[in-house]
């Protein structure tokens, strides 16, 4: 409690508290959004399955699929979730035992919202279970082995958290476990269905995941232990810098040494190496959207996904142009070069790594025609119209980044601005399809909303010229803006 104290006290108490005020209230609405969503699943989930599938169970169905859910959450908590840390340099100076630190710092992990999302979506889904006649002790034992589970998937995540390996062996497993269903290759799904189904036959089973918590538990204390060093603690973390030319991009002439830069900082900085590596991810989109029965007939939505899947990179990345180079803007506001040289560089990356997103899409064919029409409108709207959108609104940026922070979940450097740049990037097209559809068809609406984009592209000197008067405009502002402290 000494140590929950302290914590609230130093969050009361932080030079950024009211800044990011507005920020904490959306995360908060937003968090708030997803348990009420993870609640209404978990009420109505039975009901659903038992009418869409009446000839099958819905509890067993639920156990066939369990185990898609358990390594999508591990891959997301990977994705998103933080490392628990509290501040505890100043206390390997004090008489304070090291073993209660280590497990204050675990403990406070176990109520972390990834725990409470999972849990409001599996203890109501038993509740449910049951009011429906469930054998009481089985559906007890069930979901006591669910919420050690999910305890445990915590801890797991901890253990392999930034193993690149790790993620790649997971997204290898749930593809594998996807396809053998898709195209039943082999019953994977039953096979694990009736290992937890078992857990409800004998529920003294479910012990097994109080020992797999326990030895996970263990292993993270003593991890941890290990690097609680007062010495570790203030010791300077040294790498060895990795240089690379990239002769190939000189090239595209002036603004080859401004996308050198770019992407150096994108190699060697956590921040922005998360938004690269997202951009990648959002690729699945497809999968998710096209296999949905829920969406897969719904152009807007599939629209919407693909603007993601094509323009993932522009917009996580162009969204907080100029803040990534925040720390040291005032020195290159102070060197004799071409602003809309800089300007353009930015564009250029955009644009090309929403040609190779593009490239990377075209397996999606397998779908149809049509969705993959769908991929190529929203390739031809990110192409032309969102880098430039995002240079724009990137001019009323006042927040530096701080490139040594994680990228998941982290809102530092955020504001206002970034939500507002979203708007027209995510809603014009769809509102264009909206319209243009009802009357005119699928063909017209696709083809309107490609040629925003290649409208787009073609007066783009044009555009450019008037964002370029925007940040001159805004520069002395923007400079002051990256002094405050972050």
């Not at 195209?183 to 995941?209: H, N």
Request: hydrophobic share 50%.
């Amino acid at each position: 409690m000494r140590f929950f104290n302290l914590e609230w006290k130093q969050f009361l108490r932080s030079a950024s508290f009211g800044k990011g005020m507005a920020i904490k209230i959306l995360m908060f609405f937003f968090a708030l959004y997803f348990l009420i969503v993870f609640l209404s699943l978990g009420i109505g989930g039975y009901f659903f399955l038992k009418k869409e599938y009446p000839e099958q169970d819905p509890f067993v169905l639920v156990n066939q699929f369990l185990i898609f859910g358990l390594i999508s959450d591990l891959i997301f908590r990977y994705i998103m979730q933080k490392i628990p840390i509290m501040d505890i340099k100043p206390m390997l100076i004090l008489p304070v035992r090291k073993n209660k630190l280590v497990n204050y710092v675990l403990t406070k992990s176990i109520f972390s919202f990834f725990n409470l999302g999972t849990l409001m979506l599996y203890i109501p889904f038993a509740i449910v279970l049951l009011s429906e006649g469930y054998n009481t002790t089985g559906i007890l034992g069930w979901m006591f082995f669910i919420i050690t589970t999910t305890l445990s998937l915590n801890f797991t995540n901890f253990l392999i958290n930034k193993n690149k390996k790790a993620l790649f062996a997971m997204v290898l497993l749930l593809g594998v476990l996807w396809v053998s269903y898709t195209y039943q290759l082999f019953d994977l799904t039953s096979f694990f269905g009736s290992l937890f189904y078992k857990i409800y036959e004998i529920p003294a089973l479910a012990f097994l995941g109080v020992l797999v918590f326990g030895i996970l538990y263990y292993l993270n204390f003593k991890e941890l232990s290990s690097k609680l060093y007062l010495d570790s603690a203030i010791k300077a973390k040294v790498e060895e810098a990795k240089t690379s030319n990239l002769s190939f991009i000189d090239r595209l002439g002036s603004v080859a040494p401004f996308i050198k830069n770019d992407i150096r900082l994108i190699a060697r900085n956590k921040r922005t190496k998360s938004v690269f590596l997202m951009s990648f991810l959002f690729l699945l989109f497809g999968l998710f959207f096209f296999n949905s029965s829920v969406y897969k007939d719904s152009e807007v939505m599939l629209l919407y996904a693909c603007i993601f899947m094509t323009g993932g990179f522009s917009i996580n990345y162009g969204q907080f142009v100029p803040a990534w180079d925040g720390e040291h803007y005032n020195m290159l506001m102070s060197q004799n070069f071409n602003y809309r040289k800089y300007l353009e560089s930015k564009w250029y990356l955009m644009v090309m790594m929403t040609v190779i997103l593009f490239v990377l899409s075209t397996p999606y064919l397998y779908f149809g025609f049509n969705k993959y029409l769908l991929i190529v409108t929203g390739f031809l709207f990110n192409l032309g119209f969102t880098p430039l959108m995002m240079l724009f609104i990137g001019a009323y940026n006042r927040k530096k980044i701080d490139l040594t922070k994680g990228g998941y979940t982290n809102t530092q450097g955020t504001s206002a601005t970034q939500f507002l740049a979203l708007i027209p990037v995510m809603l014009l097209p769809m509102l264009v399809y909206a319209v243009v559809n009802h009357f005119m068809g699928f063909n017209v609406a696709i083809a309107a909303i490609a040629l925003i984009g290649i409208i787009s592209f073609v007066f783009k000197n044009s555009i450019m010229n008037g964002i370029e008067r925007k940040y001159q405009e805004k520069k002395y502002i923007t400079i002051h803006g990256f002094k405050q402290k972050v």
